[in-house]
């Protein structure tokens, strides 16, 4: 079994540093370059694409700490109603999933950027950012799961337990091998991305079954499911259906060929020293 350590780093003015927060930030600015580098190979402006990743990490944190307290934590809200505003006291991955998609469907179409080859570009430069985030979730043993003798788990305070942040962290690094072996060819636009979604939304629909269902604190859950197993519903719908959409045109994987030199165009028959003679002179 693994041992459960405490990763908080140092302490600035009274305010500990987590590995947590680190990790995180390292994903994200990694992600960043990672998509505005295969941005540019479909053809994107870099200027276009970190506008949308800035933004879209701005809104993604805003609904993912919304997501967690109204519909894992509602409890939080009639307890201390300023929670909302603390966006650091609760994190769902999918409320990120969902506040980044829709900041990104609104600037793209405002900015009239191509959709699905930024989505594409994203999915590269997430997967390696998702890395890193479920590395933190993994230092901060945030993802309890039932109590168990497996031997991946981690020795928490109360007994072993899955620590789903750990399974999320080694399925993800096996998800993206997959997307990059996979983007190593041209695909039609939104192929890429939509395979993110057929992998991810199954396993994590799966994993989310091991979550602790004892404790203070237990996540909400409705019809018997998790809120990430309601959307995981969708985001495997959506995978598919980008995956199976007709779209004979392949994305751009790199830079254009360089054009041919200009050549004259040739001459025509009408062009030539017989056809400038006057008829009445051809005898």
Sequence with gaps: MIPYLDFNL????????????????????????????????????PRDVRYLNARMVIGGFIAAHLVSVVFYFPERIKENPWVLLNLWSGLSSFGGFAGGVLTFLYLSRKEKIPTLPYADAAALGLSIGWIFGRLGCTTAHDHPGRHTNFFLAVKYPDGPRHDLGLYELLFTIVLTVILYRYARKPRPAGRLIGLFAVIYAPVRFILDFLRATDGARPDERYAALTPAQWACMGALGLGIWLMRRPSPVLEFTGPPPPSPPHQPPPESPSDSPSDQIPLGVRD
């Design 10 to 45: 140092f302490e600035i003015a009274g305010l500990p540093i987590h590995m947590f927060g680190v990790l995180v930030a390292a994903g994200v600015i990694l992600g960043d370059r990672i998509t505005v580098r295969e941005g540019a190979k479909r053809g994107l402006d």
